[in-house]
């Protein structure tokens, strides 16, 4: 039984790169024929906003003016028409014109689907699957992958030592159980809320890890998105909202000890308490957001400053190189760290929100 699951998780997992590599592996070659060749003078905000933006393909390597890039799959549902349009971004290369779409490459929808009658996306939903999109899926179909593995050793190997990819992570899931989620949550409660802390834990770490990794399928900023860490601190703000017991409600409403003043005729501790439900979870989006944008941004930004200064004169960018190199290796090892940290972080605060939700009155 258990060599059946894990031979047809295998054949999915064949299945799933086998239809990666036929639908997005043709790689397109990106350039402009029409313009007289010439130097372009190096970009370091726009090659920075490139690396960390989302995108409607994968960029590989640019050689010159040459663009090495894997397309993906755009999916537009038009509200004029009152039709799905599904096709490969590499329709849209050099700001072409496809089925009255375009993507433009500056200007106010840069990176942004329009439709080119209407000059904007007003009459366009954009379902597509953009850089970031494919990445969570990739790291999602990765994690059931891993985790249903490991449940499969867990079985097999009853009251037996772990080994391999069990052993590892085993030391990591016991953390999440005794140091997050029973010390904060408490003994008796916490398991309801261990199967969302661990999914938390393991989506952010495993996304900041890929996000290290500079060649395909690594390198999106999946965990510097605001809308992903919007998502996951609305899912926060959810379980402690609909979990919260009478006493938590009760409290935020009439603090006891308090005085009256500070209650009525102006409700103002209750006014702090309620902006306080919500200043926890907008907390736990932007600092996720912001400690991993940031830590791209720095190693971009001394990688830059080698072309920078190259441009000035060769061999100061040929001494400042060694500089830049040196910083961002050190960087890079720090940002293994950080993606521990933050990916603890968010759990660690998640429970102990859930943990103040559930505490009973005394």
Excluded at 22 to 31: G, K, N, V, Y
Excluded at 123 to 130: A, L, Q, V
Excluded at 286 to 305: C, T
């Amino acid at each position: 039984m258990n060599n059946n699951i894990t031979a047809s998780l295998s054949k999915y997992l064949l299945i799933f790169i086998g239809i990666i590599a036929l639908t997005f592996s043709t790689l397109t070659i990106s350039a402009n024929e029409n313009m007289p060749e010439q130097k372009k003078e190096f970009d370091a905000g726009e090659m920075i906003f490139e690396h960390v933006l989302d995108a409607h393909d994968w960029h590989i390597i640019s050689i010159g003016e040459h663009h090495i890039a894997i397309p993906l799959p755009i999916i537009i549902f038009d509200k004029d028409e009152r039709v799905i349009h599904v096709f490969s971004s590499s329709r849209l290369a050099h700001e072409a014109n496809y089925l009255g779409y375009k993507l433009p490459a500056e200007g106010e929808f840069k990176g942004k689907l329009i439709k080119e009658s209407a000059g904007n996306s007003d009459s366009i939903i954009d379902f597509s699957i953009t850089k970031t999109v494919f990445s969570i899926m990739f790291s999602a179909f990765l994690l059931i992958l891993i985790f249903v593995s490991i449940a499969q050793s867990y079985k097999k190997r009853k009251d037996q030592a772990p080994k391999g990819l069990q052993s590892m992570l085993e030391p990591l899931i016991l953390f999440i159980r005794d140091d997050v989620a029973k010390s904060a949550i408490g003994s008796k409660e916490y398991m309801r809320f261990m199967p969302f802390l661990l999914t938390v834990f393991f989506f952010i770490f495993l996304n900041n890890l890929m996000g290290i990794i500079p060649i395909f399928p690594g390198g999106s900023n999946v965990t510097g998105n605001i809308g992903i860490t919007m998502v996951l601190a609305v899912f926060t703000f959810v379980i402690t909202s609909f979990n919260g017991s009478k006493s938590y409600w009760t409290h935020m409403i009439n603090m006891p000890g308090v005085p009256w003043w500070l209650k009525f005729p102006i409700p103002l501790m209750p006014i702090v308490e309620i902006m306080g439900v919500f200043t926890k979870p907008f907390v736990l989006m932007v600092r996720l957001f912001a400690n991993m944008l940031a830590g791209h941004i720095v190693v971009l930004g001394f990688m830059s400053m080698i072309f920078i200064f190259g441009a000035i004169n060769e061999y100061m960018g040929l001494g400042v190189s060694v500089v830049s190199v040196a910083f961002s290796v050190f960087l890079s090892l720090l940002e293994l760290l950080v993606a521990f940290i933050q990916a603890y972080v968010f759990t660690l605060l998640s429970s102990i929100y859930i943990g103040m939700a559930l505490e009973k009155h005394h």
